[in-house]
């Protein structure tokens, strides 16, 4: 250990680089090297809306000074106000503008959720498998992280009875997502209630993380705050749905002294949201924009590379397990029969060293999952689906 690492907080040591910033550097290198095909991040390869990209230059040139200010910790009133009426003409659950903060993306939203909530030796109920982001904050703060398994031949749907005997007095979260990140399932009715009523009962929380809300191929997304707002922590973010990422903009909506106390960190973290998203944000949501974009561009152009990439798994990697997802970025594959007994992550460099593709190991996402691959069928266009699937069965034939 170096004289500089000696003198760090010790929990900075508990916490790992996720492995997802990994890729993002991967994908940096993408640009440069064009045959270089990538299964890896979950980021929109779709343009934002026309009438964001329009609002923002209109901004840019006519009044400089408004998106180059601070903002209120909370975010713009306007735009909370606006959230409500978007969250409530899909859930028909409503909130005020004070149960509502603006965040830096659902990332920030996250960190401060479980900022307010875990102390040392605090549980936390995660699923097997679900996304990644979740488990350092956890450590970060020393809770201790619990896991109920999610069986894919029942759809990858928790397993409530399991959740029942996971629950102790330590228990203060349970963190779902739907649709899930990696899975892409999307929580059934008499699961989600089931879940509200023991979170209740039990009188702890459950944080939703819903970035994907929208990005539903089949069905509908199922919002567990209907059941009962009061112990439902939802953690949205426009990144997926606006196909704006960069702009780091999110929101979570919840009890106003949950949403206060949020406040209180945020202040010292990020201290206000990005400003120009804000505003572009605000006008998009009043009209009929975010509808039209999503029902004709952006769920038909992933749905048809979704059923692609799916058709390509069939056709070159037959022995690949996979279900097709209901909403998400990702197909999550069992490569049991090609792995064998290699590690899977050891597997995945290999496949980036020898055939220039990027993947996603299932190990990250949970301990039951670790002969998984999650493949985005979002980041390429078809042609460049068949030509890395056609790669990856190359890789596994020899």
Do not use: W
Request: charged share 30%.
């Amino acid at each position: 250990m170096s004289y500089y690492e000696s003198l760090l907080a010790k929990r900075v040591f508990q916490v790992k680089m996720s492995p997802m910033r990994k890729i993002a550097a991967l994908l940096d290198e993408a640009k440069r090297k064009r045959d270089m095909i990538s299964f890896g991040g979950g980021a929109p390869s779709l343009l934002p809306p026309k009438e964001i990209l329009d609002d923002l230059y209109n901004y840019v040139k006519n009044n400089p000074y408004e998106i180059s200010r601070y903002g209120s910790t909370q975010g713009s009133i306007d735009l909370r106000e606006k959230i409500s009426e978007d969250v409530y003409k899909y859930t028909k659950v409503r909130y005020d503008k004070d149960e509502i903060i603006i965040t830096d993306g659902s990332t920030e939203g996250i960190f401060l959720v479980l900022s307010i909530f875990l102390e040392e030796g605090d549980e936390v109920i995660l699923t097997d498998p679900t996304y990644l982001g979740y488990l350092e904050v956890i450590k970060f703060y020393n809770a201790k992280p619990v896991y109920v398994t999610q069986d894919p031949t029942v759809g990858y749907q928790p397993n409530i009875e399991e959740l029942k005997e996971k629950i102790t007095k330590k228990t203060k979260l349970i963190i779902l997502n739907s649709p899930e990140n990696p899975t892409g399932r999307i929580i059934k009715e008499d699961i989600a209630r089931a879940i509200v009523e023991i979170a209740k009962d039990k009188k702890i929380f459950v944080v939703v993380d819903e970035a994907y809300k929208h990005i539903v191929y089949e069905g509908r997304n199922v919002y567990l705050s209907q059941y009962n707002k009061d112990v439902v922590i939802s953690v949205c973010s426009f990144s997926k749905e606006a196909s704006m990422p960069g702009f780091r903009l999110g929101y979570v909506c919840a009890n106003k002294e949950i949403i206060s106390a949020m406040e209180k960190i945020k202040q010292f973290v990020t201290l206000c949201p990005n400003m120009p998203a804000q505003l572009i944000l605000i006008n998009y949501l009043a009209s009929e924009a975010k509808d039209k974009y999503l029902n004709e561009y952006v769920i038909p152009t992933y749905k048809k590379r979704r059923d692609f990439m799916a058709k390509m798994l069939k056709q070159y990697l037959p022995e690949a397990e996979f279900k097709i997802p209901e909403g998400a970025f990702y197909i999550f594959a069992n490569f049991a029969k090609y792995i064998k007994e290699k590690n899977v992550e050891e597997v995945t460099d290999d496949i980036l060293d020898k055939v220039n593709v990027v993947v996603i190991p299932g190990s990250y996402f949970g301990k039951t999952t670790n002969k998984h691959f999650r493949l985005t069928f979002v980041s390429e266009d078809e042609e460049k689906i068949e030509t890395g699937i056609k790669r990856l069965a190359k890789y596994f034939s020899q």
